[in-house]
């Protein structure tokens, strides 16, 4: 069998492959499950990395190790953080189970003849109404697109890494502002993460600067997937190119189709129904739906959807949708709902949460102040104390994020990734206007101004 070297892809397998397992696997049985497993000593590597990150606990010695899903219960889950509706957790419960107690399913061509553009609707007229309260900005009456050349910069960092992050990815935010600014790949990780991370960032390009020619057609959608697969399919003409074989989607008991001529004829049909929306955020929304649901090509196919969905809201001058702070776990869920049950109420409580909080780092005006973040609260002092002594030292960005790591470990695992991504995130956000509050004098952070941006 095929070894595979793309440790983000492994990464979410694994993760995918014990689902529902609720008495775990031993790596036997993962490796036997994969469907391209890499080198033992490699999926050993990854099983530990999954369990450094809290995804995976593990239980027994020895050969008796067997690996675990971290117990969560699906109704609750992240319940604070993202509430789910009734129907998304019926979803949640359904998908969860062991994939021999799910009925497998081929690919169903009525879920998009059906759907019938600005008379079909996923989401209600309250919920565009709301997204479109969060999405104003500065720059609504300006001409298509310069919204998002203003922020250009801050989108691609936010864009690249958590887009991703969604495919496993394990840059953290700063790796990833070091690789897009300065072209320093991390020393701990893939040739092919990095690659990811800048394929996201040439095909956001591909979006911003071309707004005029951009939209829900061929050549938009081919070209975002050869731009996001580079280099990273091991048949390079695949990039670009609509599949004209069969394929599986790990952890799930879905099959799309193999038929290369109904592939064609239903891209076409999606990118014609997705052009005939007039809202923006359903037309966002339903090529999340439906772009993954057809998987057009070999593979990359989610990533193509996350970035299209930006396509109308670039248009209108909305904020963007960058994913920031999605759960992976749950993301993926809501296209287990669309692809096994044809039903999106789980990814659409993922959409709406996941605009509500990317519109929160762009949109300039608002009609109210959001809520303050517990979480920062909890660690006011600590994140400002730390931050502090990463300008005073000062340290460059490769120094700040090995002592942020070192503190982070301090904390209680399920604290330690929210605060390594709340302190980055704080520092990308520095800027002239607001390094006060973190009581450093403004030679101190214009000299680590001069590290930061060259080192």
């Keep these: 069998m095929a070894k595979s070297a793309n440790p983000a892809k492994n990464l979410r397998e694994i993760v995918l492959t014990l689902s529902g397992e609720v008495e775990g696997l031993s790596i036997d049985a993962i490796e036997a499950k994969l469907t391209s497993p890499p080198e033992r000593r490699t999926l050993q590597r990854r099983l530990k990395e999954l369990i450094v990150s809290g995804e995976l606990v593990s239980s027994g010695k020895g050969r008796a190790t067997r690996y675990h899903l971290a117990k969560v219960d699906p109704d609750t889950i992240n319940s604070d953080l993202l509430p789910l509706s009734r129907q998304a957790r019926e979803i949640r419960q359904y998908v969860s189970q062991p994939q021999q107690k799910r009925q497998p399913i081929g690919y169903n061509r009525s879920f998009l003849d059906n759907y019938q553009p600005n008379s079909s609707s996923y989401l209600t007229k309250q919920e565009k109404e709301k997204l479109a309260s969060l999405g104003v900005t500065a720059q609504m009456n300006a001409p298509a697109g310069t919204y998002a050349k203003q922020i250009l910069q801050r989108l691609l960092i936010d864009l690249a890494w958590n887009s991703s992050r969604l495919e496993g990815n394990t840059y953290s935010l700063l790796d990833t502002q070091r690789l897009l600014d ?35 057609n061929r050549y938009t959608v081919l070209s975002l997937h050869a731009l996001l697969s580079n280099n990273l399919l091991p048949n390079p003409a695949a990039s670009g ?48 739906v439906q772009l993954p649901y057809l998987q057009p090509f070999d593979d990359v196919n989610k990533r193509v959807s996350r970035l299209a969905a930006n396509i109308p809201l670039n248009k209108k001058n909305l904020a963007p949708l960058s994913f920031v702070e999605v759960p992976d776990t749950l993301y993926i869920d809501g296209l287990l709902g669309v692809y096994e049950l044809n039903r999106v109420e789980l990814l659409k409580d993922v959409f709406l949460w996941a605009y509500d909080r990317s519109a929160k780092q762009y949109a300039v005006q608002r009609q109210s102040l959001g809520e303050p973040d517990p979480f920062r609260i909890q660690y006011r ?41 709340t302190v980055e995130n704080e520092l990308v956000s520095l800027h002239e206007g607001n390094f006060a509050r973190y009581f450093v004098t403004p030679s101190q952070f214009k000299s680590w101004q001069k590290i930061w941006n060259t080192i």
């Design 182 to 216: 300065l072209g320093e790949s991390a020393g701990d990780k893939s040739a092919s993460e990095a690659q990811m991370i800048l394929n996201h960032k040439d095909a956001i390009e591909f979006i911003v600067n071309n707004t005029a020619d951009i939209g829900f």
């Design 381 to 421: 002092d600590l994140i400002r104390s730390l931050i502090s002594e990463i300008i005073t030292a000062p340290n460059s960005k490769a120094e700040a994020i090995s002592i942020i790591r070192a503190k982070a470990l301090t904390l209680p695992e399920s604290d330690r990734e929210k605060f390594v991504q």
């Design 241 to 288: 190119r609509l599949r004209t074989h069969s394929v599986g989607i790990a952890g799930s008991v879905y099959t799309p189709t193999g038929t290369p001529q109904l592939i064609e004829e239903m891209f076409e049909l999606m990118l014609n129904k997705a052009a005939q929306i007039q809202d923006s955020f359903e037309q966002a929304f339903f090529i999340m």
